[in-house]
C-alpha cells in the first residue's frame, strides 16, 4: 500500500509504504501556531516515508528535540521530527485521500484554544 501527499504548491510531495496507523490530534501551543489551528499527523518509521522536492523543504527546530518541517514556497505544515528518534509524524491535511485511517485521539487538550470544543467523543489525554 501507498499513500501519497504534498504541500499546498506542490513543490514538496512524499509517498509512504504500508498502511498508515491511526493519526492524534495536537492541541499543543507549538502545534496550534505551526498549522494554525490543531495539527493532526500520522507517525511512521522514517525508512517508509520517501520525499520529492526536498530542496524546497524548509526545517524549523522548534525545541531541543523536535524539529517542524514545511514548504519554502508555499509554507504547507508537512513533518513533525523528533530527532532522536527513527520516526517522523507526517501531517494527515498534506495527505492525498482516501488515507483509510481515522483520529485516534486528541492530546495536549489542556492547551487548547478557547475557540473551540472538542465534542467527537475520542479520548482526551491533557498532556
Known amino acids: 500500500m501507498i499513500h501519497t501527499g504534498s504541500c499546498l504548491c506542490g513543490a514538496v510531495s512524499f509517498q509512504v509504504t504500508g498502511p498508515l496507523a491511526q493519526p492524534n490530534a495536537c492541541h499543543c501551543t507549538a502545534c496550534r ?10 507517525d511512521m518509521p522514517r525508512d517508509a ?3 520529492t522536492g526536498t530542496e524546497h523543504l524548509r526545517w524549523y527546530q522548534s ?7 514545511f ?3 508555499c509554507g504547507s505544515t508537512l513533518f513533525w521530527d523528533p530527532v532522536f528518534h527513527d520516526w517522523t509524524a507526517v501531517a ?6 482516501p488515507t483509510q485511517t ?15 470544543e472538542i465534542a467527537d467523543g475520542l479520548p482526551q489525554n491533557q498532556q
Open 33 to 42: 501556531k505551526h498549522s494554525g489551528h490543531f495539527g493532526a499527523s500520522v
Open 49 to 51: 516515508l520517501s520525499i
Open 63 to 69: 525545541s531541543a528535540k523536535v524539529r517542524r518541517g
Open 71 to 73: 514548504c519554502g514556497t
Open 92 to 97: 494527515m491535511g498534506a495527505f492525498d485521500t
Open 102 to 116: 481515522t483520529l485516534a485521539l486528541h492530546i495536549f487538550v489542556a492547551d487548547k484554544g478557547d475557540y473551540y
